[in-house]
């Protein structure tokens, strides 16, 4: 059974820092990992998806990281935003017909003026 | 294109009543699944489907809990004799035939009281 944890559950950082937020996966057969943005009471906004055959996907200040054979991803945040406040949650999907996304916990991102 | 639209955003039920939830997925999207989110934890996943057919739910209780995803209109996630600990944020999510990105909706607030 697929088991995915992020680390760190919270975190809190001055305004320009530069994060890393870590998601880990115990079954390294995936076939997509995905990382979207949550704020308090609301949906889920997609972030970045990257399939199992690529390494990294870039969008704006955000760069998503993939190592399948270790079962890691990174998402950095370059220049860190009190906008960026939420809680951000890793998913991934396993083959096997359904795709079926199993998520992390979450990490909340707290980011101050 | 109109995104996972959700219906209704808050639902309020007294113990014992029950709860219908709709989901209505993107358009050409043929695949849905539920998340239930109870506070503080991570999204849990309960039951996917496509038109017509279960295909895994295996994340629902195995009772008072039911979802359907008919050839017409919207899926529904019913719970029968709500009791408090159901209260929580229930989330849908759609994908196209052969797609495996997932796309959220904005989620169903219920409160049992």
């Known amino acids: 059974k697929q088991e995915v944890t992020q680390i760190p559950a919270a975190l809190s950082v001055p305004e320009g820092e530069n994060l890393v937020l870590n998601c880990s996966f115990t079954?390294?057969?995936?076939?997509?990992l995905q990382w979207f943005r949550q704020d308090p009471g609301k949906g889920l906004t997609s972030l970045l998806l990257i399939q199992s055959s690529q390494r990294e996907q870039t969008s704006g200040r955000l760069n998503a990281s993939l190592d399948k054979s270790s079962g890691r991803s990174t998402l950095y945040i370059a220049a860190s935003q009190p906008g960026d406040s939420a809680t951000y949650l890793c998913?991934?999907?396993?083959?096997?017909?359904?795709?079926?996304?199993?998520f992390g916990r979450g990490t909340s991102l707290i980011v101050h003026p | 294109n109109a995104g996972v639209m959700q219906n209704p955003r808050h639902l309020v039920r007294r113990r014992g009543q029950e709860a219908r939830l709709r989901c209505s997925p993107m358009k050409g999207h043929s695949h849905v699944y539920w998340y239930r989110q109870l506070p503080e934890e991570g999204l849990k996943f309960m039951v996917y489907l496509q038109k017509e057919n279960i295909i895994d739910e295996s994340g629902m209780p195995k009772e008072r809990f039911s979802a359907e995803f008919p050839k017409e209109g919207p899926s529904i996630l019913r719970i029968q004799q709500v009791v408090r600990g159901d209260s929580a944020a229930y989330f849908c999510a759609s994908s196209p035939i052969g797609g495996t990105e997932a796309f959220f909706g904005q989620g169903t607030r219920l409160t049992v009281v």
């Open positions: 079954d390294s057969a995936i076939y997509n």
């Open positions: 998913a991934v999907s396993a083959p096997g017909g359904s795709y079926i996304p199993t």
